[in-house]
């Protein structure tokens, strides 16, 4: 499967610990987006890199969110001292330059 | 805060019924593009339109697109049961610094049904 793929898939957490996403994008892609979606509502955009550089974050990602794409590749976003609020669908989506983007499944969390 | 509000929230149609649902959007874009998400998975884009365009087509879809009223429509003609979905509109913003910030609304909910 060449699109982007997200690990894990679900991620059931207890209030207060650290999580850490994935994603994989389309290999050939320079831009990566990252998005959250919470239930009965559209994907809000989180943060982009084109290439390794992280380019802007939205106000929605706290201190408590970070994100990184070493070397250009995959991405991980990790969230310290995760809250009932977290608990969203985080998806992860590429594209090359300003083309359409490609999404991928999604990480499901639940915070406990 | 989300940029387009789509309408009508829910949709059920029969199977063979066209369905209509209407995206509005608050400031200038770029282009507008349609995405389709089945329960629990991730987006699928449908189309893009840009700015300068007023209607496209793809298969069965057809997107208009009024920036002077700041209003896209798609239209899904002789649906079937596979597309029953959740459809969401997203916007990309004018201006270069918002270029891939997708802005999307809260969706429609279609239900077609055999």
């Known amino acids: 499967d060449t699109g982007v793929s997200q690990d894990p898939r679900h991620k059931i957490t207890k209030r207060g610990q650290n999580v850490t996403f994935r994603c994989d994008p389309i290999?050939?892609?320079?831009?990566l987006y990252w998005y959250r979606q919470t239930l009965g509502q559209g994907p809000e955009f989180l943060t982009y890199?084109?290439?390794?550089?992280?380019?802007?974050k939205s106000r929605l990602l706290s201190d408590r969110f970070s994100a990184e794409r070493p070397k250009g590749s995959f991405s991980t976003l990790e969230i310290q001292r995760t809250e009932q609020g977290d608990s969203a669908m985080y998806l992860c989506?590429?594209?090359?330059?300003?083309?359409?983007?490609?999404f991928g499944p999604g990480t499901r969390l639940t915070v406990l | 805060s989300q940029q387009g509000e789509e309408d009508p929230q829910a949709l059920s149609i029969q199977e063979g019924e066209n369905a209509t649902m209407n995206c509005s959007y608050k400031?200038?874009?770029?282009?507008l593009q349609w995405y389709r998400q089945n329960s629990g998975r991730g987006l699928v884009h449908l189309i893009l339109i840009r700015s300068n365009e007023r209607e496209k087509h793809s298969g069965r879809l057809r997107v208009t697109l009024d920036t002077s009223k700041k209003s896209s429509s798609l239209l899904i003609t002789a649906s079937r049961a596979a597309d029953t979905a959740s459809y969401f509109c997203a916007t990309d913003g004018e201006t270069t610094d918002s270029w891939g910030k997708l802005q999307f609304g809260a969706g429609t909910q279609v239900v077609v049904t055999p």
């Open positions: 290999s050939e892609h320079n831009r």
């Open positions: 890199f084109q290439n390794e550089a992280q380019l802007e």
């Open positions: 989506a590429s594209s090359l330059d300003w083309g359409e983007q490609f």
């Open positions: 400031t200038s874009i770029n282009n």
